[in-house]
């Protein structure tokens, strides 16, 4: 039996880092998301499945590992798969990360700081050999819950639910820590190290931009270690040499792809100039350093969140860490603590929506800061003790405290309400129509996963007006649907004229652009309504048409359907859907899930009036219930709640 026991610690210590991986999968797996979610999780499945190219910088990496493993046979969906590929990375990247943290342990010598009492020293030795062990089980001990912490974060478990390229990024982020790191302390210093750094560094940038933000702790790492001498500048050149080849051939897949006009080409990097324009995010750069209002408001979410982040313990570790990695190896804390800084007071200057993900590599870094406050915390328990069992115990019980808090957040398991907002806007349209939205966070991006991989209402046409002001998406409409623009190629022609200029950055005509663009808008609904039904999303009618800067042609209307405007001729009563759609609302709620009820009760309140106008009461009921009974919390106005 106790040669058993001997053999399971042995294997756990062997295989610690992968072992606390696959049950943080387990964990990870019982919070996935069934299938789409808010913002670009449709998209991005899509061009996974189709081998297409995805919004700036197009994150070839991504696409084609992706691709790959959809190839598994395994028996789910293709969106619930990309699923869970994002939660096996997240999983991953806490293996690579609580491997990188016992590294950066081990070489703290914590050992080396045991003080030996005048009537020790004849026991030194054996002293000192027991306090290398106890370090090694400390290390190890600090390492796993350390990466428990971080993997059960708010923001680092978000990535982990559904398909985005943030979750491959956490595991390349890791393995760029790793191999810096290893090479950092390794005694021999070989080219070939720094030139597995420029290999891995490649795939960062492959992937995403955000590996921008890592990358201080490995220059100020290597110029410690190697100083600026000659032998710097040939390791420089040899990271290079793999860096620049292996990112060309990555990236040259962007062209390849788009010459070959697949189903989503965004961007169509065909040529050198929209190659360069997509890869750049130039479309971006007007939310980088926006302004200085906007860097406030996020640096104030940021440290009002963070104490919850990691469920309050982790933020007390670290801020120990922090204080006693100062006093341990000062170039280390300088490292870490620099990284820190410029991976945050970078993103806080990036004034988008979603801006959470970007902070996932402060929290990172900041894990290695825990560790080291862990190692602190667990000495001195075990000095106050005189007992390794209670500290274990009290220190596991701590680095669970994250999971326990932050679970209900970050579930995603009961999230149903993108598949089925989308599933049933392109059910209820008509055969052969056209909708014209810009909701792209909420069915817009949705359905191209719904359309082009499981080929669900592939009849109905969905325009995205934000999209149709770029060059590069006529092109993608054409190839998708041939007929849309048979009869306005003077206005489409003077479009992209007028906005050519602009994209290529020389001097263009904004008044000249816009008219066009609305000439584009307008034109076609007059060129298709005699062919196809035609609807608008109720955020036009809300904002671009009561600004005057949207309206329809001479002599149409809209008219409320269930979800969106449909375009009318003349006065006569347009019928509408019954609403027997099924709508299933989440346990929590966030913006996007709050915007879907409003924007349907709110078209349901419209045709209710509708149906009020034209005399028809018991029809007004049927949608005045439906609001009652599926969104109780909606504000019906006073005279319909009291139909």
């Not at 100020?220 to 990112?247: G, H, N, Y």
């Not at 904002?543 to 309206?551: A, L, P, T, V, Y």
């Amino acid at each position: 039996m106790k040669n058993l026991l001997t053999a399971i610690t042995g294997v756990t210590r062997k295989y610690y880092a992968g072992l606390i991986s696959f049950f943080v999968f387990i964990v990870y797996v019982f919070t996935l998301a069934p299938g789409v979610v808010e913002i670009d999780s449709g998209e991005l499945a899509s061009v996974q499945s189709t081998l297409g190219i995805a919004h700036p910088t197009g994150y070839p990496l991504f696409t084609m590992i992706g691709h790959l493993l959809l190839k598994i046979p395994l028996p789910f969906s293709i969106i619930y798969r990309t699923n869970l590929f994002a939660a096996l990375w997240c999983a991953l990247g806490i293996w690579i990360i609580i491997k990188s943290i016992t590294l950066f342990l081990n070489n703290m010598n914590f050992a080396g700081e045991t003080k030996l009492k005048p009537k020790q020293k004849k026991n030194a030795i054996q002293i000192i050999t027991a306090a290398n062990e106890n370090s090694k089980e400390h290390i190890l001990l600090s390492a796993i819950c350390a990466g428990l912490i971080l993997a059960f974060s708010k923001t680092f478990w978000d990535q982990s639910n559904s398909v985005e390229v943030y979750s491959l990024q956490i595991f390349l982020i890791g393995l760029i820590i790793f191999v810096t790191l290893k090479t950092y302390f390794s005694a021999i210093n070989k080219l070939t190290d720094w030139c597995l750094f420029g290999l891995v560094l490649a795939l960062g940038f492959s992937n995403h931009m955000t590996t921008l933000l890592l990358l201080p702790l490995p220059a100020i790492l290597f110029f410690q270690k190697e100083k600026f001498s000659l032998t710097a500048v040939k390791k420089i050149f040899f990271s290079l040499a793999v860096f620049i080849p292996v990112m060309m051939i990555i990236y040259s897949y962007l062209p390849i792809r788009a010459s070959q006009n697949p189903v989503m080409n965004w961007g169509n990097p065909v040529n050198i100039d929209n190659f360069l324009r997509h890869v750049s995010g130039k479309q971006y750069h007007v939310w980088l350093f926006a302004s200085m209002e906007a860097a406030k408001k996020h640096l104030g979410d940021y440290l009002a969140g963070f104490p919850s982040e990691s469920g309050y313990i982790g933020m007390m570790a670290g801020f120990i860490g922090i204080f006693f990695s100062f006093k341990n190896n000062k170039k280390l804390f300088s490292a870490l603590t620099l990284t820190f800084l410029f991976s945050v007071l970078y993103s806080i200057n990036y004034d988008i929506a979603d801006l959470a993900s970007y902070f996932v590599t402060s929290y990172i870094i900041f894990s290695f800061f825990i560790a080291f406050g862990l190692i602190k915390l667990i000495s001195f328990l075990r000095d106050k003790f005189k007992k390794e069992i209670p500290v274990t115990a009290v220190i596991i019980v701590f680095s669970f405290l994250p999971l326990a808090l932050n679970y209900a957040d970050a579930d995603d398991s009961d999230i149903h309400i993108f598949d089925d907002y989308t599933r049933s806007i392109l059910n209820k349209a008509d055969k052969n129509s056209i909708l014209f939205s810009y909701q792209w966070d909420y069915f817009t991006a949705a359905t191209y996963y719904f359309q082009n991989v499981e080929n669900y209402r592939k009849d109905v046409i969905v325009i995205d007006k934000e999209l149709l002001r770029r060059s590069w998406y006529y092109n993608q409409l054409k190839r998708n649907h041939p007929d849309l623009f048979g009869n306005m190629e003077t206005e489409v022609s003077n479009f992209l004229t007028a906005v050519r200029p602009f994209e290529l950055d020389e001097q263009y005509d904004s008044g000249t652009i816009e008219s066009c663009y609305r000439a584009v808008m307008t034109n076609l609904i007059s060129t298709n309504i005699d062919k196809k039904s035609y609807y608008i999303g109720p955020e036009l009618f809300q904002n671009e048409m009561q600004r005057g800067e949207f309206s329809l042609p001479q002599g149409y209307k809209l008219v409320p359907d269930l979800f969106l405007f449909k375009v009318s001729k003349g006065n006569e009563y347009v019928p509408a859907p019954d609403p027997d759609f099924n709508l299933r609302l989440p346990n929590k709620h966030n913006h996007y899930i709050d915007f879907i009820e409003n924007a349907v009760g709110s078209m349901l309140t419209y045709r209710a009036y509708y149906e009020l106008q034209f005399k028809k009461p018991e029809r007004a009921k049927i949608y005045i219930d439906k609001i009652k009974k599926d969104f109780p919390d909606f504000q019906l106005p006073a005279d319909l709640a009291n139909r």
